[in-house]
């Protein structure tokens, strides 16, 4: 259920009647709203009108206060979601120095860590877009300098001036566990030698 914050609460309802629904969800059915203001006083909960369009207006018995805070918590979490879905981008020039390579190369690491997909950039100025191969380059030098914590997705694309990596985070792996002595192999046991056989007597003699 979905309340919005404009919604009218307790005394805010002003219609003389509505269609009440009650704190467990079960169809109280059509009351003054007086009567229901005083069921709710009643239960020690709020009177919310949750479909004002409705003819006569529904509304419900609940704990609007706790209500509003565990909605407020979701979209709390729904941001913090999104933010860790989007996408940050970092550019390169072709002409890149080492310094500003490992710096921008830093940035790209600190996002993968956070859990973000990082779009990686090089940026090509004027007769540079004749050598692709030169940002092919940077984009194979920054996948190799963070290979221990992100990979490539897909190969690297034109658009317009730019040539344009996707970097996701790896999967964290799980821990191998460490194999007890009980839980190593035993050795095969070695098969018994056979007796050596009896001569067999002449039958003949």
């Keep these: 259920m979905n309340i919005a914050k404009e919604h009218k609460v307790n005394e805010q ?3 003389r ?17 007086r009567d ?6 009643e239960a020690g909960m709020d009177l ?3 479909s004002p ?15 509003r805070y565990e909605q407020q918590q979701n979209e709390k979490e729904n941001r913090k979601r999104a933010r860790a879905q989007e996408v940050k981008a970092i550019k390169f020039r072709v002409k890149i120095d080492d310094h500003d390579f490992n710096t921008k190369t830093g940035h790209v690491r600190r ?3 956070e859990g973000h997909k ?8 004027g007769r540079e877009r004749t050598h692709p191969e030169l940002g092919e380059r940077i984009l194979v030098r920054v996948a190799e300098s963070l290979a221990d914590i992100g990979a490539p997705e897909g190969t690297p694309s034109m658009m317009g001036m730019d040539m344009n990596m996707i970097m996701t985070p790896r999967a964290e792996k799980p821990a191998k ?11 095969p046991a070695t098969a018994a030698e056979p007796a050596p056989s009896e001569p067999v007597a002449n039958a003949g003699a």
């Design 53 to 67: 369009q409705a003819v006569p207006p529904v509304c419900r018995l609940l704990d609007y206060g706790r209500f």
């Design 177 to 187: 566990k460490e194999r007890s002595a009980e839980d190593a192999p035993s050795a």
């Design 17 to 33: 009647q509505i269609r009440l629904i009650g704190a467990e969800g079960e169809q109280v059915g059509i009351i003054d709203t």
């Design 118 to 125: 990082v779009k990686v950039t090089i940026m090509f100025r």
């Design 111 to 113: 996002f993968l860590e």
């Design 36 to 41: 229901a203001m005083n069921m709710a006083r």
């Design 13 to 15: 309802i002003r219609v």
């Design 48 to 50: 919310v009108m949750v």
